[in-house]
């Protein structure tokens, strides 16, 4: 089973970036796509974007043009590149396989967007 780790969060001004990642335990090599979710507090958790293995990614609409997803399988990592973030964008962040893994969702990376 894939132990998922977030990290790369933090507290940023409207307009700023922040680069997430997510390391893999194990192989995310035969995972044929991942994905990063977030949660908002009051909310159901959501997709934002995800990547194939050969590199197709997609995102959902309250995103695209802002945030890019990449993955380097030989170092088990998945990034997540966001910028121009706007207050909306805060919540809690998490990767995970596209369908989600179940037991391997980690604790997330707290993305705040604030004044």
């Known amino acids: 089973q894939v132990q998922l780790v977030e990290s790369g969060g933090g507290l940023v001004q409207p307009g700023g970036s922040l680069r997430l990642s997510c390391a893999a335990s194990?192989?995310?090599?035969?995972?044929?796509?991942m994905g990063w979710y977030r949660q908002a507090p009051g909310k159901q958790r959501e997709l934002v974007a995800f990547?194939?293995?050969?590199?197709?990614?997609t995102y959902a609409n309250s995103v695209k043009g802002r945030f890019t997803i990449s993955r380097d399988n030989a170092k088990n990592t998945v990034y997540l590149q966001m910028n121009s973030l706007k207050p909306e964008d805060t919540a809690v962040y998490y990767c995970?396989?596209?369908?989600?893994?179940?037991?391997?969702w980690g604790q997330g990376t707290q993305v705040t967007v604030s004044l």
């Open positions: 194990g192989s995310i090599f035969s995972i044929n796509v």
């Open positions: 995970n396989g596209v369908p989600s893994l179940k037991g391997s």
């Open positions: 990547i194939t293995s050969g590199g197709s990614t």
